[in-house]
C-alpha cells in the first residue's frame, strides 16, 4: 500500500480492505466447489430493525430480524434460527443475513454490548458468554423459532460463537465460526509473550471512532479518525501510557488497550470464556461446529488448536477447512502478491448452507459423511506472472482425516556457519553467529499472517524486499541483505518437498541483554524466470518468542547475558509443496515490525519501558527448523 496516497484515499482503501477481511464486502465467486451446488432464494424477506432486548444485567441489546415471507408478510412458520453478534455494525450485515433468511431462516444480527446501538460498555468479548445465552434464550421465546440455533461469524464475530458455547445454551445446535478470535495468550493478541501491534491498530482505526460515545459526537468521531490515520507514529512511540493519548476520551477502548499490552503471562487473564477455546473445552457445548480459516489468516494456528481440543474431548462433528486465504478471504483466490487457481475459492455463503441444512433442517446431504479435515495445499505453480500481476503459486485441495497428518515425517534441518540449511547435522557444535539487533532499527515487516491492519500492512504472500511504500525503512532492497537477518537455505531441491503441519524453529541462543526476541520466518525461493529475473522470496509462515517466556508462557523470566538458552518458535501450520529446483529458506532475526512489537531488550515491563538499546545476540549452529514432511504417495 502506498504510503502517499491522500487522506481520502488511503480511508476509502482500509475500509474496503478492512470490510473484506469482515466479510462485509461479497467479492464476486471466481470458482464453485464441485461439492456445493448453487442455491435460489425460496423466499422474499422481510426486516424488524433495532428490536431491543434486556439482558440479566438489564442492558438493552440491539439486534435486527430477517424473516422468510411472502408477498410482504412473514411466512409464520416455526423455522430454524442463525445468531451472529458483531462489533462492527449489525447494518453492515443486511446482504448476508437477507441471503439465508431468502433460503428459510429467521436471522437475528446483535450488536454486542457497547458497540453502536447496544447499550453498555464495551470490554472486549468478556460478556459475550452471558450477552449471548441471554440472546439465545430470547429467541428460543419467539413465536417464529424452531428451537434450533446455529451460529455464524468471522473473526471477532467467530470470538463471540466461542464465547457463547461455552455457556452450553439448550438452542445452540450448530457453529461455524471463522477466523475466529481464540486462545488469545498464546497468539493472535499475545504472541509467545510478544504482543501482535494489529491489535493496537484496532483500537486506534476501528475500535475508537466508532464508539458509542463518538458516533453521538461527529466531530469527537472525525478527531479520533484523524489520530487514527497517524498509526505509524503512534508505534514509533510506544508504549502508550494512561491517559497520554487521544484514546483517553474513550476510556474503556484505552484501559483494555493498555492492559492487553501489559499483560504478558498467559494465566488465568487470557484464558477466560472468549479470550481461550482450549482452556474452556469442559464447558463447552458438545455441538457439531466447523473450524475455517486460512494458511495467511491471523488465527490460523489458534483455530487449529480449537479442532484438536474439541475433535479429541466431543462426540460432535468436528469439521476443520484449510484454504490458502489471508483473513476473512474465503472468497478470494489471491494472498498479497500471490495467485492461486480458481478451485481456492469458496462459494462461501452455499458452501455454509449445506452445514446449517443438515443440522438445522436434517438434509441428508452428506456433510456429515465428509472428511474431517480439508486442506489447501499450496505449490506446484510454474510461479509466472498472472493478468494482475501477481506469481502463480499453484495449489489443491485434499481431504485428510488428521491434522498433523499421520504420515509426516517431522525432519530437522540444521543450520550451518555457511548459510547452509541441511538434514546434515553440524559439526562445529558450540559455534555460532551474532548480529546487533537495534529496536531502532527494526526489520519491516512484508506480508504475513495479518489482519486488522489495512491502513498499514497488507496480508499475504510476498516477495520478501522493500518498497518505497514499505514502513519503517527507506532502502528497497531484500531482507536477505540486512545484516540482522541470519539466512540459511538449502541447495535447490532435486525434488518437490511438501511441508504440511505445524513447523516449529528450535535455537540455542544467547543474548548481551537480559531480555530480548527472537523471530523466525520459513520461506519459498523461487529461482529467477522470464516474469520475475530475480526471482522471488515467498514468504509462507513467521513468528517470534520473547526470551523472558522461553521457559513457557505462564511466567516471565529475565536471562543472563552470555548464557545459551533453548527456545522454541512456534510458525503457524501450513501447507506448502517446495518445488523442484526451489530452495527452502529460514531467516533468524530478532524483530518482525510492527507485526510485533518492539523488545527494547532492557528489561522492564511490558510496554512500561522508558528506554530501548541494542543487543547483541547469538543463534548457535546446533539449532534447527524441525519440518513437517510428507512423504511422495508414489
Known amino acids: 500500500m502506498n504510503r502517499h496516497f491522500n487522506d481520502s484515499s488511503r480511508i476509502a482503501l482500509a475500509a474496503k480492505l478492512f470490510l473484506l477481511q469482515i466479510g462485509w464486502l461479497v467479492t464476486p465467486v471466481l470458482a464453485q466447489n464441485p461439492t456445493v451446488s448453487k442455491s435460489e432464494a425460496q423466499f422474499d424477506v422481510v426486516v424488524e430493525k433495532d428490536v431491543r432486548v434486556a439482558v440479566r444485567d438489564g442492558t438493552k441489546l440491539a439486534l435486527d430480524l430477517y424473516l422468510p415471507a411472502r408477498e410482504g408478510k412473514p411466512i409464520g412458520d416455526k423455522l430454524p434460527v442463525l445468531l451472529s453478534r458483531t462489533p462492527y455494525n449489525k447494518n ?8 439465508f433468511a431468502g433460503r428459510g431462516y429467521a436471522v437475528v444480527v446483535n450488536d454486542v454490548r457497547g458497540r453502536y446501538a447496544s447499550e453498555g460498555e464495551w470490554r472486549f468479548i468478556l460478556d459475550d458468554p452471558n450477552d449471548g445465552f441471554d440472546i439465545m434464550d430470547w429467541i428460543g421465546r419467539q413465536a417464529w423459532s424452531n428451537g434450533k440455533v446455529g451460529t455464524f461469524g468471522t473473526s471477532y464475530v467467530g470470538g463471540t460463537q466461542h464465547a457463547l458455547a461455552c455457556t452450553r445454551p439448550l438452542n445452540l445446535t450448530c457453529m ?67 491517559g497520554a493519548t487521544p484514546l483517553k476520551h474513550v476510556p474503556e477502548y484505552e484501559r483494555w488497550l493498555i492492559e492487553a499490552m501489559r499483560h ?8 477466560q470464556p472468549g479470550y481461550s477455546v482450549i482452556d474452556n473445552v469442559s464447558r463447552y457445548a458438545d455441538v457439531p461446529v466447523y473450524h475455517v480459516t486460512g494458511w495467511y489468516d491471523s488465527w490460523c494456528r489458534q483455530n487449529v488448536l480449537n479442532w484438536q481440543a474439541l475433535s479429541k474431548s466431543k462426540k460432535s462433528a468436528q469439521r476443520l477447512i484449510i484454504g490458502p486465504w489471508t483473513h476473512g478471504s474465503q472468497g478470494r483466490n489471491v494472498a498479497g502478491e500471490i495467485e492461486f487457481p480458481a478451485e481456492a475459492v469458496l462459494a462461501f455463503n452455499d458452501w455454509r448452507l449445506r452445514w446449517f441444512d443438515h443440522w438445522l433442517k436434517d438434509m441428508d446431504n452428506g456433510v456429515d459423511k465428509e472428511a474431517p479435515v480439508k486442506l489447501f495445499i499450496m505449490g506446484g505453480g510454474d510461479g509466472r506472472k498472472t493478468k494482475d500481476g501477481r ?50 532499527h527494526p526489520v519491516p515487516t512484508i506480508g504475513g499472517n495479518l489482519s486488522s491492519v489495512a491502513s498499514l500492512l497488507e496480508a499475504g504472500g510476498f516477495d520478501q524486499r522493500c518498497r518505497k511504500e514499505t514502513l519503517f525503512t527507506k532502502d528497497q532492497l531484500p531482507l536477505s541483505e540486512r545484516r540482522d537477518v541470519l539466512v540459511f537455505q538449502t541447495e535447490p531441491l532435486p525434488e518437490n518437498v511438501e511441508v504440511t503441519g505445524p513447523v516449529v524453529v528450535h535455537l540455542y541462543v544467547s543474548s548481551s541483554a537480559v531480555d530480548t526476541d527472537f523471530t523466525a520466518k520459513l520461506i519459498d525461493v523461487y529461482p529467477p524466470n522470464a516474469d520475475y529475473p530475480l526471482g522471488f522470496d515467498l514468504n509462507i509462515g513467521d513468528s517470534i518468542t520473547r526470551m523472558r517466556y522461553r521457559n513457557g508462557l505462564a511466567a516471565a523470566e529475565l536471562m543472563k547475558p552470555g548464557q545459551i538458552y533453548e527456545v522454541d518458535i512456534h510458525l503457524y501450520p501450513t501447507a506448502n509443496v517446495f518445488a523442484k529446483g526451489h530452495r527452502i529458506r529460514l531467516d533468524i532475526s530478532s524483530s518482525n515490525f510492527p507485526r510485533f512489537d518492539l523488545n527494547p531488550n532492557t528489561g522492564e515491563p511490558l510496554q512500561q519501558h522508558r528506554r530501548m538499546i541494542p543487543a547483541d545476540n547469538t543463534v548457535y549452529h546446533t539449532s534447527y527448523v524441525k519440518l513437517p514432511i510428507i512423504p511422495d504417495k508414489n
Request: net charge neutral.
Open 92 to 99: 453492515g450485515m443486511t446482504a448476508e443475513a437477507r441471503w
Open 176 to 242: 461455524i465460526p471463522v477466523d475466529s478470535v481464540s486462545n488469545c495468550g498464546i497468539a493472535g493478541i499475545r504472541h509467545s509473550g510478544a504482543f501482535e501491534l494489529r491489535f493496537m491498530n484496532w483500537i486506534f482505526t476501528i475500535g475508537a471512532p466508532n464508539t458509542r460515545t463518538a458516533l453521538a459526537d461527529p466531530k469527537l468521531r472525525e478527531a479520533l479518525v484523524e489520530n487514527g490515520q497517524r498509526m505509524p507514529q503512534h508505534l514509533l512511540n510506544l508504549p502508550i501510557r494512561p
Open 264 to 271: 504478558g503471562d498467559d494465566d488465568d487473564y487470557w484464558k
Open 391 to 440: 506469481l502463480r503459486h499453484g495449489g489443491r485441495w485434499r481431504d485428510e482425516a488428521t491434522f498433523p497428518l499421520e504420515r509426516t515425517q517431522f525432519t530437522p534441518y540444521y543450520i550451518h556457519a555457511d548459510g547452509r540449511l541441511s538434514a546434515e547435522t553440524p559439526s562445529a557444535k558450540n559455534a555460532g553467529t551474532t548480529f546487533r539487533f537495534d529496536p531502532f
